[in-house]
């Protein structure tokens, strides 16, 4: 009987293990964590700037809190209650959403034609590119008071072109759509250039149009100024017409906190529930969005595969 020997096994070498030394090891830690020191002071401002007022104003809100006397008593979830059962609130919301939809769906339309045009291949191109954004730098100021006389209520240019075509003249000032349609105008005015250089980019570099929408959707739920200029009789704690027929809701948080009420415990909770209504149809907007661009781009697969 053959008995097979086993061979022996050749010891590995057992070297040393290295030290790493403390330049080195500052060289990894310097890899690892120099990104995050780079990109740290924009959530720095944003923590300063825009989280901690996010956050004071939802304390502000649980309280009854006075714009003279101070921090009063806790009152919880008192302030969005008596806001809601508020009528004047429901107005401002009804004006918030007219104007939004009077204004940002006819400036995205608008946006993309003159984006697409632009997109052409034009002589000066630069030149017209450009002279889209002059309205968006105007002062908001001169655009209402420009504005103003256009639709003014009894020798406005808008009442003399209806007079000439057989049309009485439009309380623009008074009647609640007439209002909102004036309103509604400024905004496109100073907005549509703005939106068009943005989608002109979006058609060269950028896949998808999400940015537009949800800025649009943001900007014309936060509407302030064009609604407040357009009331030029009144100031900013009573603007919004005499029966609050173009007042919006930024408007009203605004009257509340530091008009005849001084009740900034209610103003912040108008600023909370506004800030709920702009994130859930902020997220409906992305959902959309990402499924228009998610199914055009599969039919783009597909038309690749069959080619």
Do not use: C
């Amino acid at each position: 009987m053959v008995t097979i020997t086993e061979l022996p096994t050749r010891p590995r070498d057992v070297r040393p293990r290295r030290r790493i030394g403390m330049r080195q090891r500052l060289g990894r830690w310097d890899v690892k964590v120099s990104p995050y020191l780079y990109i740290s002071p924009f959530f720095v401002l944003f923590a300063i700037t825009g989280l901690f007022p996010l956050l004071y104003t939802a304390v502000v809100s649980l309280h009854k809190w006075n714009l003279l006397t101070g921090e009063g008593p806790f009152v919880g979830l008192k302030n969005y209650v008596d806001v809601l059962h508020q009528p004047f609130f429901w107005k401002a919301l009804r004006n918030t959403f007219s104007i939004f939809a009077l204004s940002t769906i006819p400036q995205i339309i608008i946006a993309l034609v003159i984006a697409a045009v632009l997109n052409a291949n034009l002589r000066a191109r630069t030149f017209w590119r450009m002279g889209v954004l002059v309205p968006y730098v105007v002062a908001p100021v001169a655009v209402a008071m420009i504005f103003g006389q256009i639709f003014s209520d009894q020798s406005g240019m808008m009442n003399a072109i209806l007079s000439k075509v057989g049309i009485s003249p439009v309380g623009w000032h008074s009647n609640v759509l007439a209002s909102h349609l004036a309103i509604a105008n400024m905004v496109n005015y100073r907005w549509t250039g703005y939106n068009t250089l943005v989608i002109l980019a979006a058609m060269q570099a950028i896949p998808n149009l999400i940015f537009v929408i949800i800025t649009s959707t943001i900007g014309g739920l936060q509407i302030f100024d064009e609604p407040t200029m357009f009331d030029q009789q009144n100031s900013a704690t009573t603007a919004g017409g005499a029966d609050g027929q173009f007042v919006t809701v930024t408007m009203y948080l605004y009257q509340l906190g530091w008009g005849s009420q001084n009740n900034l415990g209610r103003s912040a909770a108008v600023a909370w529930l506004l800030f709920l209504v702009i994130l859930a149809i902020s997220l409906v907007n992305y959902w959309f969005t990402n499924r228009i661009a998610s199914d055009s781009g599969a039919v783009r697969r597909a038309r690749k595969v069959r080619s």
